[in-house]
C-alpha cells in the first residue's frame, strides 16, 4: 500500500513536468517558424523615362554608278571600301560607239544643210513666180524635220560620250563593285557609292510612343563595335505611317559622322528621354520573379507584422534598384532580406 502510494504523487509530477515541456516546446517552434527579415523604407522619385531601341545604321544618300546604255568595261578604278570624292573618275567604258555617232551628227548636219539650201531655192522661186506657196510649205517641213535629227543625233553623241568615263555624283565609300574590267554592263551598277557622312540611323518605335517623338529630338546611340562610348544623333524624320503588321513607326535619327567611324549595316541602339515622373524607387534586392512566368513581386511590412505579396510593374533600372509603375505605395517597408522563407499574410520578425 505503501507503494502506491508513492507511486500516484510521482505519475501526477511526470505528467505535469511533460505537459509544460510540451508547451514550451511548442513556443520554442512557433517562434522559430517567425522568419527575420530586413527592411527599407521606400519613396518617390523623378525618374528619367527613358526608351532604348534596336537601330541599323544606313548611308544617307546612296548612287548607283550605271551605264546608260550596254558597253565594255574597260577600267574601275576603285573598289569596295573605298572613299571616293565628288567628281572623281570610276569607271572608263569602250568608246567603239563614239565614231559611229560622231558619224550619224555629220550625216544629220549633212541632211540639215542640203534641207536648208532646198527650202532657200523654194522661197526665192516663190518670189519670182517660179514656183508654189505648197513647195515652200514642204521644204519648211522637211528643214524642221532635219533641225530635229541634228539635235537628236547630237544628243546621242553626248550620251555616248558621257557614258565612257562614269565619276562620283557624291563624296562617300564605295559599297558594292559588281563587274571587272572587260565585263559587259548590264542591269546592275557597275558601282554602287553611299554618302557616310552624315549616317541615317533607323530604329521602329511603338504607335504608343509616338507623340512622345518629334522631330529634332536628341538621342544617345551605341553600337557594337565601340561599346559603351555614345553618339549623339538627332531625329530628322519621323515617317507619316504606321505599319499594319508590327504597328510601328519607322524613325530616322541623322548622326554626324566626320571621321567615318560608324559604317552602314552596323548595329546599335538608340536610347531617347521621354522626359521625367514621379514613381516609388525600391532596391533591387525586394524585387522577387515568380518562377514560371514574368510576373515580379515585393514583400512589403504590414502594420500588424504580416507581409503582403504586392504584383509589381517594373519601370527603368536605375543602378541597382527599380522604379515601380504600380504596385507599392510611397513610405511602404520593403522585405530586402529573407525573402525565400515568406509567403502572403505570413507574420515576420524584422531586425532593423
Known amino acids: 500500500m505503501k507503494t502506491i502510494k508513492y507511486i500516484v504523487p510521482a505519475l501526477a509530477f511526470a505528467l505535469a513536468t511533460g505537459a509544460c515541456s510540451k508547451d514550451k516546446a511548442a513556443q520554442e517552434t512557433e517562434k522559430e517558424d517567425i522568419p527575420v527579415v530586413k527592411t527599407m523604407k521606400v519613396s518617390e522619385q523623378d525618374v528619367d ?23 565594255r568595261i574597260k577600267a574601275i578604278y576603285v573598289d569596295e571600301g573605298m572613299k571616293v570624292a565628288k567628281g572623281q573618275k570610276l569607271v572608263v567604258l569602250d568608246d567603239v560607239n563614239t565614231t559611229q555617232y560622231e558619224l550619224a551628227v ?7 544643210r542640203n534641207a536648208q539650201t532646198n527650202y532657200d531655192r523654194a522661197v526665192e522661186l516663190l518670189k519670182i513666180g517660179g514656183g508654189t506657196q505648197q513647195s515652200v510649205d514642204q521644204m519648211e517641213v522637211t528643214l524642221v524635220n532635219a533641225k530635229n535629227a541634228v539635235a ?10 558621257e557614258n565612257t568615263v562614269l565619276v562620283s555624283p557624291i563624296s562617300g565609300v564605295v559599297t558594292a563593285r559588281n563587274y571587272d574590267p572587260g565585263d559587259m554592263s548590264g542591269a546592275m551598277p557597275i558601282l554602287t557609292v553611299a554618302q557616310v557622312n552624315p549616317v541615317k540611323v533607323v530604329i521602329n518605335v511603338n504607335e504608343s510612343q509616338l507623340s512622345s517623338i518629334s522631330k529634332g529630338m536628341p538621342v544617345d546611340l551605341t553600337f557594337n563595335t565601340y561599346g559603351d562610348e555614345i553618339f549623339k544623333g538627332t531625329v530628322s524624320l519621323v515617317m507619316p505611317t504606321v505599319d499594319a503588321a508590327s504597328r510601328t513607326v519607322g524613325v530616322e535619327i541623322t548622326l554626324p559622322n566626320s571621321d567615318g567611324r560608324v559604317l552602314p549595316g552596323m548595329f546599335g541602339r538608340a536610347t531617347i528621354s521621354h522626359g521625367t ?23 512589403v511590412l504590414n502594420g500588424d507584422g504580416t507581409v503582403s505579396y504586392n504584383k ?41
Open 277 to 299: 515622373s514621379s514613381h516609388v524607387v525600391v532596391p533591387d534586392r525586394a524585387v522577387v520573379k515568380q518562377q514560371g512566368s514574368g510576373d515580379h513581386y515585393v514583400y
Open 312 to 352: 509589381v510593374e517594373l519601370g527603368q533600372r536605375i543602378g541597382t534598384s527599380y522604379e515601380l509603375i504600380s504596385g507599392v505605395p510611397a513610405g511602404s517597408e520593403v522585405i530586402v532580406e529573407g525573402q525565400n522563407a515568406l509567403t502572403d499574410g505570413k507574420k515576420v520578425q524584422v531586425i532593423k
Open 106 to 112: 555629220d550625216n544629220a548636219k549633212a541632211a540639215l
Open 49 to 71: 523615362q527613358l526608351s532604348v531601341y534596336t537601330a541599323s545604321v544606313e548611308p544617307e544618300v546612296i548612287n548607283n554608278i550605271s551605264a546608260q546604255m550596254a558597253n
Open 152 to 161: 537628236q543625233a547630237e544628243r546621242t553623241l553626248a550620251n555616248a560620250r
